[in-house]
């Protein structure tokens, strides 16, 4: 006899590391008869140190309703087992019973715990459509003491399918369809144990008319980042929320500041002025109710570490919710509605890789497998992103990058679980479905495995063709970007179905050159990997985010610079992307500090750079510039739409075409501290001998072709966007 250890490492609500049974010393015939344990249908994983971890599958813990185990039954089946083990093979009878006795220790807990009255606390989705083209849907309930629940649809137009039951009964996971012709209304769904009845609701709503909804942002878009809480307070009840006091302070650079859905829907005219066609704002989902006390970092600089609040949106805590600090649903949808009043679609920040590290389902996960490990036991992220588009990986980092929890912190999400990625195709779908909304933004896009998004890219193009979805790989390389694209299986037998990237590998180029003054041959030594993306002509170019300290943070940056950079996004291919503030030339350096509240968006604010008046001058400056932009980009459709046709590269100079079959216009911008003449062919993108060019951004005289060829002057520092008069 010698000691195996066994772990019994996780159950529901339950961690027993390191106990240790004896087993006798034919370990595999031990292993054997303990698996047979499975079929009583008892939560728990088995881990034997050498030996690759024994998990009973879904289909063990799960429990259908006609299926539900009884104290009774369990303790049948106990018993049965372990007349079956010491019949097979003479399991040492103390370790029988020690096992066994674990197992009951471990499940009474459960079982008891269905003997109290049912109890619902929430369900996901709280509706639903008919004529989708996901039916039935899927609706998760949590609760208290549903184990032994029958559930039953109770009005017209819906019956419940399959039901499971997690074994504390927390969580009943059901299947609801929905008739065709079930009209909108609510229902609910009865809830049945020995103890007692009780209803979740559900409801079968009417779909939002299709009509300036779900449309996706295209090359024709300019997109607006906005952080909503930086931005505008336009509800000053909504700042220091009953459910979540004290969270709200303007002097710490990590609290709530105030601003607010409202604050969006009062300065949409404001945008629209500036040339924006799409807003994306960072996570509206609600985030924790009190300080983050696991997040510590200084504010400002200097100073002791201190707990954060999660004002920025990542770190969601119900999908489902709101923020209540941004405003309600209904305002969501007053906001979308505004805003495709006025011609304007908007982009919902999603993220699917993590939830906030006080999620609910931290301490009791829907299934075992809900999260890649549990809050005690999970691997760190170590961000080497690299081997994830890697053919031949080193298997533990690649899974350390995908499962990793970011920071050590915030739970990572395993969408290998057939129950969670489900959970979040239908989020997706839901939040689309009642706002009206028309693209998303997907965070961390790397960190999910392609599998899944090619399930979810799918299940949004089947519902919502228009929607469309830009990801998040913030890195500087081509090759690590272009791999993410759909569009094109890749080695890995996958297409991810995404359909566009930020386009940050154009992002360090575009700010070494335009605010350090370096060359702007690495522009288009950048553009020049163009080929490796499925279609780069739909990439979103940027200047700067939320994640990145500001353009006018850079060494050197000017606002001359910053409208050079400025003018690049808005000429090049795809659809650019502007940061909150960069239209005022707004300063700083890493997060938070590139988060700065927008002047004149709060109470108290004494001045306001929303209007020409209450703006310094350098703000004007990159303000008119940038409307200057955004006019000339709506006017002249080669810039939304046309080809890219590089012209001339030097070292300062830099010229291209965007040519369409009816037209081209010709962008060249001088990086040089000095005014500078260059001359290119234009030949090739149909400018013929005689035609006469006027530089729309006002900074060169009128241009004439000749031989085939354009020569211009520009001043120091300047673009010119040269349009055929
Ligand atoms: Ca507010
Ligand atoms: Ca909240
Ligand atoms: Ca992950």
Not at 534 to 550: A, E
Not at 640 to 652: C, I, K, P, S
Request: overall charge neutral; hydrophobic content about 40%; proline content about 6%.
């Amino acid at each position: 006899m010698r000691r195996v250890p066994i772990l019994l490492v996780r159950t529901f609500g339950f961690k027993l590391c390191g106990s240790k049974l004896r087993l006798p010393s034919r370990p595999f015939v031990s292993l054997m008869s303990l698996m047979s344990l499975m079929s009583l249908r008892v939560p728990y994983v088995l881990r034997v140190p050498g030996a690759k971890t024994l998990r009973n599958q879904s289909a063990m813990w799960y429990q259908s309703v006609r299926d539900c185990m009884t104290q009774r039954a369990a303790t049948e089946r106990i018993w049965r087992a372990a007349a079956l083990m010491r019949g097979k093979d003479s399991l040492d009878s103390r370790m029988v019973r020690a096992a066994l006795l674990t197992i009951f220790l471990l499940t009474a807990p459960a079982i008891c715990h269905g003997q109290g009255k049912p109890e619902v606390l929430k369900v996901e989705p709280p509706n639903w459509w008919a004529h989708h083209s996901i039916n039935p849907v899927r609706v998760m309930i949590r609760g208290r003491n549903l184990a032994d629940a029958r559930v039953e649809a109770a009005g017209l137009g819906i019956e419940t399918g399959l039901t499971r039951i997690n074994a504390l009964g927390i969580y009943v996971f059901v299947d609801v369809k929905i008739d065709a012709n079930a009209t909108p209304g609510r229902r609910a769904l009865r809830i049945t144990t020995p103890a007692g009845t009780t209803e979740a609701s559900f409801e079968i709503s009417a779909p939002l008319t299709r009509e300036g909804r779900f449309q996706g942002f295209n090359t024709d878009d300019v997109i607006y980042l906005i952080m909503p809480d930086r931005f505008s307070d336009g509800d000053p009840t909504n700042n220091d929320p009953i459910t979540s006091r004290g969270l709200y302070d303007r002097s710490k650079t990590r609290y709530y500041h105030g601003g607010d859905l409202e604050g969006v829907i009062n300065h949409l005219s404001y945008l629209k002025s500036l040339g924006v066609t799409a807003i994306w704002l960072t996570p509206w989902y609600d985030n924790v109710n009190h300080l983050n006390e696991l997040e510590q970092y200084p504010d400002g600089s200097g100073g002791s570490k201190q707990p954060i609040t999660d004002y920025h949106g990542y770190g969601a805590v119900d999908f489902y919710g709101v923020e209540e600090h941004l405003g309600t649903l209904a305002k969501l949808r007053e906001l979308v509605d505004a805003a495709h009043r006025l011609g304007i679609k908007v982009t919902q920040d999603q993220v699917a890789n993590h939830t906030g590290p006080y999620h609910p389902w931290v301490d009791d996960s829907p299934t075992p497998t809900w999260y890649n490990g549990t809050k005690e036991h999970h691997l760190a992220n170590i961000f080497q992103t690299w081997v994830l588009h890697d053919p031949h990986p080193v298997a533990q980092m690649k899974r350390e990058t995908l499962e990793g929890w970011f920071i050590d912190i915030l739970p990572d999400l395993n969408q290998n679980d057939d129950e969670t990625s489900r959970y979040i195709i239908q989020n997706t779908l839901w939040w689309i479905g009642v706002t009206g909304i028309d693209a998303i933004r997907q965070d961390t896009w790397q960190y999910v495995p392609n599998s899944f998004w090619r399930k979810w890219t799918a299940a949004i193009k089947r519902e919502y063709p228009k929607v469309n979805i830009v990801g998040e790989v913030l890195d500087g390389d081509v090759a690590h970007c272009s791999f993410y694209q759909g569009g094109r299986m890749r080695f890995d037998g996958v297409d991810t179905g995404l359909d566009t990237l930020f386009d940050f590998p154009l992002l360090y180029p575009l700010r070494r050159a335009f605010a350090e003054g370096r060359s702007v041959k690495e522009i288009a030594l950048v553009l020049s990997h163009d080929q490796l993306y499925p279609n780069p002509n739909v990439l979103v170019p940027v200047v700067g985010n939320h994640d990145l300290s500001r353009f006018m943070n850079e060494p050197g940056a000017t606002v001359a610079g910053l409208n050079l950079a400025h003018t690049l996004i808005m000429t090049m291919r795809g659809t650019p992307q502007i940061y909150y503030g960069d239209e005022i030339a707004m300063k700083g350096g890493g997060d938070p500090d590139n988060r700065r509240d927008f002047p004149g968006g709060f109470p108290g604010d004494t001045r306001s750079a929303f209007d020409k008046q209450g703006r310094t001058s350098d703000e004007q400056l990159a303000f008119d510039y940038l409307q200057k932009l955004g006019r000339l980009r709506a006017e002249l459709e080669p810039l939304r739409r046309g080809e890219l046709v590089n012209l001339y590269v030097a070292d300062q100079q830099y010229a291209y075409a965007r040519r369409t079959e009816r037209a081209s216009v010709i962008v060249a911008f001088n990086n040089d501290n000095r005014p500078a003449t260059i001359e290119f062919d234009v030949s090739t993108v149909g400018l013929a001998d005689g035609a006469t060019l006027t530089d729309r951004l006002g900074a060169a005289r009128d241009v004439l072709v000749k031989s085939g060829k354009l020569k211009v002057s520009l001043p120091a520092r300047a673009a010119g966007i040269f349009v055929r008069r």
